[in-house]
């Protein structure tokens, strides 16, 4: 009994994590390997490639794992694939973790919206290369705020709400005394 205790976690563990070789990288977050499908990094955004800073994040995840062979690790809390059907993973190279490479580099936000394992220090990498000016965060970049936590978000949302409602009421005001 024990014997087959043991092959089960052997075969969940080796489930967890495969080594494979990147294709072609599509984006700052997505890539295809040589068998044909594709993988989302998983706790990162990066900019889309029509938008400022989209090119500068796919050719530095280039750099780091085209046509290399990478460790793809799942997350212990999130979904295996998003609803496009591509894998959701932690990427390895050389026992470095590229995904957060990526946020602490300033070429892709931590991606919050979401709960998974490393949501801690991928948000405090981003902190970092906010600090620094790295990447996107740096002055010459527009920032969209892709990749910012929900409740920044929603802030921002609430305060740009009650700017337009004070304009508002101030040019109906004004409407009326004339």
Known sequence: MNSKLAALVLVGLVSLSANIRVDRVVDGDTFRLEN???VRLIGINAPELDTPFGDASKRYLQQLIEGKTV???EDGISNREDQYGRLLRYVILDGEDINEKMVRDGYAYAFLRYDFDKRREYKESETTAKQQGLGLWGEDVAVTGEGTDDNE???GLVLGILVLLILAIVVYA???KF
């Open 36 to 38: 044909g499908q594709r």
């Open 71 to 73: 460790e793809l690790q």
């Open 153 to 155: 978000w929603n802030l």
């Open 174 to 176: 004004l409407e009326r």
